[in-house]
Structure formats: structure tokens, C-alpha cells
């Protein structure tokens, strides 16, 4: 086993899959509104993102249901723009489009954001990052705040010509990557447990039993994890909604030095020798694939 237990400081956020029963809709409302590329459609999925990078997986599963509103699974994914330029453009393309699916929006001292529901309910963050100089840390934990982000006056500062141009014609603006996944678990000693203690992620900060942040090399969150609606909630069944998390590190021997972590802590794992699959204590599928 490592020495470090850690994730390199480099790992990352891939494509989030959905399991989704409107593929057309779905489609629509990340390509047309949250301004992402189709990358590719083979059938039952659909590819989206930006340039050579996917971002949203979208499956077509009509056999399935959604899943009751307090059960474990997908919270959000928070699509990282950037440039504010870029986020005013896709915001403004979302508003214009679906105005219905805005939620809120906070300024989190380390970002800015903006959040949304997609067609089928799933939660979307579209942010972008304050330059690190400006983070603050206090006793290891990294300050963030849920203060009060008027969208109006971010566009009127932020929205260029250019800017309102993509968002009209349905393009966007600058690169674009998950940032990070939110869920929604039972318990926060069981999350911390799984993806502190034996993922290895590192803890950037904790709100008592409510929530927690983790990430690898000092961002402020690769992946998060709250109790707010699904307190108690056990494994999930098969559902509409969260198909997949998938985390990117930096190479194979990260990749075999992760196997063999979760091997000693006996989480079962699927290994076709590029990528590393396992369930955490939800049933989340998460899937860890190496860069190179």
C-alpha cells in the first residue's frame, strides 16, 4: 500500500454519466442551454462537452424511474468554465432558453455560482474559480461561505457582446471541465470513511454531520457530500439519475496504487486494466481511469 494513502495532487474530475428517459430533451438543454458540444451520439448515448473533453454522458434507460426525492445519489455536477466571460455566457444561454430550471446562485469565496435543475431533475452548478492566491485556509480547512450573487448585475458586468452572441447562437465560450460532483449520501461519517480513508481524497472542510468537502493537491472540492435531503438513506436502486462518477489520475501507477488500497481495505473492485470500478457505501459507481 502507498505511504501516502493519498490521491496524486493532480487527480481530477471526468464525465458525469446520466441515466436519462427524454435523450432528445436532455440533449437540448446541455447542448442548447448550458452551451456544451455534442461530441458524439451512438444510439442510446450522447456525449457532451467542450472541445476533445467530455463533461455529460447522457444514456437513454426509458426501462427505469426516478428515484425517490430523499435517496442517496446526484446532488449536482458543477461544470467549471475559465473565465467569468465564459460562465456569463453560458448562464445567460441557460436563462434565455430555460429560464424555468434557474435555482440560485452564491458566491463561495473561492467561486462563483450559479445553479440550475436539468429537465429530469438533476442538479447542475455552472462556476468559476477565484484565483487560489485569494483562498483562504484556517487550521487546514478552506473558508467557504454561501453569500448572496445577484445574477442580473453578474451579467450586466460580466456578459460581453461577445459573450451574449455565443449564448444567443447556441455556442459557448472558452474550455470548460467538471469541476466537481456533489452527492447526496446517508451519512457523513460513512462518506468520510469511504472517500477520505480509503479513496484517499484529502478533507478541505466539514459542516458538522450535515456535509463534507474532499479534494486531492488543495482545491477546494474535487467531490462533496450531503445529508440535506437524504439523511438515513440506504444503497440506491436502479434509477434514473446518477450513472457514474468518474475521476481522472495522473497515470497507471496511481491507478495500481489505488487497486491495491482499496484491495487491503476489501472494497470490491472491477479492474479491466484501464479502468477501476467500485460502488461506495450508496451504490454510487465510481470509476477511476488514469490520464495517460
Known sequence: MPSTGLLAADTGMGAVTLKVGDLDAMIRYYRDGVTLELLGHDGPVAVLGRGTTPIVILEFAPELRHAGPRSAGLFHTAILFDSREALAAAVYSVALKYPGTFTGSSDHLVSEAFYFSDPEGNGVELYVDRDRSQWSWTHGQIEMATMFLDPNRYLTEHLTQLAADAATAGTGLGDAIVGH???????????????????????????????????????????????????????????????????????????????????????????????????????????VRAAD
Not at 488543495?218 to 435531503?229: E, I, L, R, V
Not at 479491466?272 to 470500478?277: I, S
Open 181 to 287: 460532483v456533489h452527492l447526496s449520501v446517508g451519512d457523513i461519517p460513512s462518506a468520510r470513511e469511504f472517500y477520505v480513508d480509503r479513496l484517499g481524497f484529502e478533507t478541505t472542510t466539514m459542516y458538522g454531520s450535515q456535509a463534507l468537502f474532499v479534494s486531492a493537491g488543495g482545491y477546494h472540492h474535487h467531490m462533496a457530500m450531503n445529508t440535506w435531503n437524504s439523511a438515513g438513506a440506504g444503497r440506491r436502486g436502479p434509477a434514473l439519475g446518477l450513472g457514474k462518477v468518474e475521476i481522472v489520475v495522473p497515470g497507471a501507477d496511481d491507478l495500481g496504487d489505488l487497486g491495491e488500497r482499496m484491495s487491503h481495505y476489501g472494497v470490491a473492485t472491477r479492474d479491466d486494466g484501464r479502468t477501476l470500478a467500485f460502488d461506495d457505501p450508496w451504490a454510487n459507481l465510481i470509476e
